[in-house]
């Protein structure tokens, strides 16, 4: 009988995943339509549609039928196997962080993010701050509401950074950020009095069309599967996956600006392969995805710069840019493009930041999250405190609204607390590739060969037996233990730093 009641346990499971997979196509869909080709009268329609799909996931998840199967479940842990073990765990604690959420503040939270995403494109488009401020003061407002639902006891902060990593929250990233910190500030200032090395073999203009050829053909030669592959075009890059075989990527091309397509297709690709990468038998279950953002970030800005802006890969990535472009770069060397694209020079735009400066950015977010949910900051505050920020952590100053806290549209999408996970992602990679070159080293096939020949195989199948295949199947600290063999440590992100830019710039 127990046998019995656990197997109709799990065929109900298996049944309503299935239609909240149903319902994440139509979702992720209607994303993708809305950051790449709607209309902008479109929104209020494609506002109710969205909240009206959330809700009816939130009645699956968190509905009767499903609480009764997960006791079965409970009931016959110790024999179950990792697969329904994993689910129980992921089912159980998303159901939990659900329904403590009223449906009143679910919905309107959604309609508050479609109003503001459009505010914030009008915003930025615009360069006027006052146009979004009180859609994000709506927001926050929304997120405070959230977190006290869902841990009343907790620092709000505290409670949305762990939607977003779990296990993280202020305490941790204040020691995390204090670490990379003091090594950025001072490794900076040493750069910063170095001679610097020229962009001229990348400067001017690039054919937007060329460009976008171009972009197709970076994803496929990192890796991306053509045959599970959309792209588009948008104005914040970005990528999504529905399973295992459906990806999407969506980036943005400035004429002046080619490294910013290369390098944005080289993250977002890093995002789309796990996606795919991720075991098919967890496809349409709660399995299927990353298992966090800061794991995701992992990947993407793996590809981006431990793969994209190394020395090593310089020679295939320029082979690749100039079949686009042979007018253009006739005569520049692998090396010219290395020390072009990582010119460390304090920037404004945190997703065209050079490589050493970039974590400072994400640290100027952190503190203005930290202001908005304390409530020390309200909207109307945010472009003064962004400009001090941008002084103090990177001496440059911020000129308007475009260039400065509408640059991002993660507020606009309620995404609070996600921004720590783009500098914690970085460490994460460090770390993999610390234990991925011993690795590869021992097996008799060095990283930088690898990455020299263009072929990058050996990468994406030592990501893809210890990241990607898992999902959601393991929490993102034990993926790191489980692959490098030791607990998270930043110190790797920081002498991986300290070295590559100490060479780089002779000090």
């Not at 360069?127 to 977190?147: S, T």
Request: aromatic share 10%; proline share 5%; hydrophobic share 40%.
């Amino acid at each position: 009988m127990a046998s019995r009641d656990l197997e109709q346990a799990l065929s109900s499971i298996d049944a309503m995943e299935a239609r909240r997979y149903a319902l994440r196509y139509a979702l992720v869909s209607a994303e993708w339509l809305a950051e790449t080709a709607d209309p902008e009268k479109a929104a209020p329609g494609r506002g109710e549609a969205v909240a009206g799909l959330e809700e009816m996931d939130r009645e699956v998840l968190c509905g009767a039928e499903m609480g009764a199967a997960l006791d079965v479940l409970e009931a016959h842990r110790e024999g179950l196997g990792l697969k329904d073990a994993a689910r129980l765990r992921v089912l159980g604690r998303d159901r939990s962080e659900q329904t403590r959420i009223p449906n009143e503040l679910a919905g309107a939270m959604s309609r508050a993010v479609n109003d503001a995403t459009m505010a914030w494109r009008r915003a930025k488009r615009d360069n006027d701050w006052g146009v979004f401020a009180p859609h994000l003061d709506a927001v926050v407002a929304l997120c405070r509401r959230q977190a006290a639902c869902l841990d009343p006891g907790r620092d709000p902060y505290d409670v949305l950074l762990d939607l977003y990593e779990p296990g993280c929250d202020q305490a941790f990233y204040d020691r995390f950020f204090e670490r990379v910190r003091a090594c950025v500030v001072p490794l900076a200032e040493r750069v910063a009095a170095a001679p610097q090395p020229s962009r001229a073999c990348v400067a001017g203009a690039f054919d937007p069309d060329r460009q976008w050829a171009l972009a197709r053909d970076l994803a496929l030669f990192e890796g991306v599967d053509p045959e599970k592959l959309v792209m588009g075009r948008t104005e914040h890059p970005f990528s999504d996956g529905i399973d295992s075989g459906h990806v999407f990527i969506a980036t943005h091309i400035y004429e002046d600006d080619v490294l910013s397509n290369v390098f944005s297709v080289l993250h977002e690709g890093g995002h789309a392969m796990y996606e795919a990468g991720v075991d098919p038998e967890f496809d349409r279950t709660c399995l299927a995805g990353g298992t966090s953002m800061g794991m995701h970030e992992a990947q993407s800005r793996f590809f981006e710069n431990y793969v994209g802006r190394s020395r090593a890969f310089a020679g295939p990535l320029l082979a690749a840019m100039a079949s686009h472009f042979p007018e253009k770069l006739e005569g520049v060397t692998a090396g010219d493009l290395y020390r072009a694209e990582n010119r460390v020079e304090p920037s404004l735009v945190r997703t065209e930041a050079d490589e050493l400066t970039y974590p400072l950015h994400v640290m100027v977010r952190y503190e203005v999250e930290k202001g908005l949910l304390s409530g020390e900051l309200a909207a109307a505050d945010v472009p003064a405190a962004w400009g001090r920020l941008y002084r103090e952590y990177l001496g440059v100053e911020v000129p308007d609204d475009r260039r400065g806290a509408l640059q991002d549209i993660h507020w606009s999408q309620a995404s609070i607390g996600y921004f720590p996970t783009y500098a914690l992602g970085g460490a994460y990679g460090a770390q993999l590739l610390h234990a991925m070159t011993a690795d590869l080293a021992a097996g008799g096939t060095p990283f930088d060969d690898v990455l020299a020949s263009g072929d990058l195989v050996p990468v994406r199948a030592w990501l893809g037996d210890r990241v990607w295949r898992w999902g959601r199947s393991k929490e993102p600290r034990r993926i790191v233990e489980e692959a490098c063999g030791e607990e998270f440590d930043p110190d790797y992100y920081c002498d991986y730093l300290e070295r590559k830019f100490g060479e780089l710039y002779g000090l």
